[in-house]
């Protein structure tokens, strides 16, 4: 499976984005998809994923009710919206698949599939 993510900017505090990735080469709805995010000097963190049936989502506490994420599986993409961004939110966005279970769906190291990253920049 191939990603590409894309959307990011710079947008100021309380704004909002949307991410979008698209995906190719595989079968698209088998997979979990989830999305990372890199600051500046900091390890790459989980922010949110969702199953590859679509009935469950997991967030990361501190984006819970601003972010959003959505799966087309007919057009084999996946999105971010981010409402109400913080300056923390600054960070380098990143889509990823793969085959997780309940234990490792907030683990990079479960997802095999990423696409290249898009950045995200939050002005005060």
């Known amino acids: 499976v191939q990603l590409q993510a894309f959307g990011g900017g710079l947008v100021q505090a309380g704004g909002f984005l949307r991410l979008s990735c698209a995906a190719s080469?595989?079968?698209?709805?088998?997979?979990?998809l989830g999305w990372f995010r890199q600051a500046p000097g900091k390890e790459r963190e989980f922010v949110v994923a969702?199953?590859?049936?679509?009935?469950?989502?997991y967030y990361t506490d501190s984006v819970k009710g601003r972010f959003t994420i959505s799966r087309d599986n007919a057009k084999n993409m996946v999105y971010l919206q981010m409402n109400i961004l913080k300056p923390e939110d600054t960070a380098v966005y990143f889509c990823?698949?793969?085959?997780?279970?309940?234990?490792?769906?907030?683990?990079?190291?479960?997802?095999?599939?990423w696409g290249q990253g898009t950045l995200v920049t939050v002005s005060s």
């Open positions: 990823a698949a793969g085959r997780t279970i309940l234990s490792t769906i907030r683990s990079g190291m479960a997802y095999g599939y």
């Open positions: 969702t199953r590859w049936s679509g009935g469950r989502t």
């Open positions: 080469g595989g079968t698209f709805r088998s997979y979990d």
